[in-house]
């Protein structure tokens, strides 16, 4: 069975953008690999270094949120990235591989280094450890022989990054790391309820998992929808609609009266906004209720956590052997 490693910040709660565009296929994964989860908490300090309780918190949030999606722990290795030290190690030893010039091209690093202009003040003052996250998330991936990387395409850099690092490793100590391949699923990217084109917390237009009745409501209530249907009985246009987008998402079943209801129309928006929240409701309902028994039981959630971190760091000890081993600095075995 071929291993697959994926990472997730923990950030914050998952909303419906995670789920669909690669929770729900981790999912469909962990039944034909040999799945691990990281919980990349060293990754997410590199830009919250200056808010550890929110990181200590989304690390048990997140979990959470991953059981209730059906991530099943007897199938999957969850575990946290900072309890693994030879990943750590690791990266100390992939960074005399890669230069800075390379690390400031990498494009996904690029556009993040913008993005927080709040944070680092100029591009120029940007942290050595953020600068150098795609060198730490190589150590993750290849700490665990993961050949298949299921990623979504703001992340193919960091993956390219991660082989280069790879090959050149090898080519310099001799066959030690696998090199790993994007896993290309049915990576739909999700909008958000304003239209954008990702779904993302900071962007405030996001679906979480966690969302009750109350919150879907208001937040449907005010998502945009054909803005040349103005009154109740107007034609409307569904393909510029983010309600009928979220229709598509949550009732297949009664999407086709959706749509025609909508061109001829005999359908209020307020109508159809309720009936989608009420849909959405139903969708979320299943991944709620196992939250809920979930979150009864935090022992069993933080021995899930724990066993993943033990069975992940005999793996990654094993590994980290041939590493030095055949970089030479395994002064006394
Ligand atoms: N960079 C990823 C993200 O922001 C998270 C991540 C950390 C990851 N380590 C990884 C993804 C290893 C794939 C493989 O979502
Ligand atoms: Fe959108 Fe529904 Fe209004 Fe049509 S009727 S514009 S699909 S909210």
């Known amino acids: 069975m071929k291993n697959i490693l994926t990472g997730i910040r923990p950030t914050g709660n998952l909303h419906l953008g995670h789920y669909f565009g690669a929770v729900s296929n981790w999912v469909d994964l962990q039944d034909k690999y040999n799945t691990f989860i990281e919980i990349a908490d060293v990754q997410a300090l590199t830009d919250n270094f200056n808010n550890p309780d929110k990181v200590r918190k989304n690390v048990k949030e997140l979990t959470l949120d991953l059981l209730a999606c059906g991530i099943d722990p007897k199938k999957t290795t969850i575990f946290i990235q900072s309890l693994i030290p030879e990943i750590a190690e690791a990266t100390v030893y992939y960074s005399n591989l890669v230069t800075i010039s390379r690390l400031y091209r990498n494009p996904t690093v690029k556009t993040e280094i913008k993005q927080k202009k709040d944070l680092f003040g100029n591009g120029e003052s940007v942290t050595y450890g953020f600068l150098g996250y795609p060198v730490s998330q190589a150590a993750d991936i290849t700490m665990f022989d993961g050949q298949l990387v299921p990623v979504g395409e703001d992340q193919l850099p960091l993956l390219e990054q991660c082989r280069e690092i790879v090959r050149k490793f090898n080519s310099i100590y001799g066959n030690t790391l696998v090199e790993p391949e994007q896993l290309l699923t049915k990576n739909t990217r999700i909008k958000g309820l304003d239209g954008n084109e990702k779904m993302g917390k900071s962007l405030g237009n996001a679906i979480y998992l966690i969302d009750d009745l109350d919150t879907i409501s208001k937040k449907v209530m005010s998502a945009v ?64 209720d196992k939250r809920k028994e979930y979150e009864k039981n935090m022992n069993l959630v933080e021995q899930i956590l724990k066993d993943g971190t033990n069975n992940a760091r005999k793996y990654a000890i094993n590994k980290m052997k041939l590493v030095r081993k055949n970089m030479k600095i395994d002064y006394f075995e």
């Open 225 to 288: 929808t054909d803005p040349n249907k103005i009154k109740k009985d107007d034609k409307a246009n569904p393909d510029v609609c983010m309600v009928y987008y979220y229709h598509k998402l949550v009732n297949k079943d009664n999407l086709d009266t959706v749509c025609s209801e909508c061109k001829n129309g005999s359908r209020g928006c307020v109508a159809c906004k309720k009936e989608l929240i009420n849909k959405m409701m139903e969708f979320l309902k299943p991944i709620q």
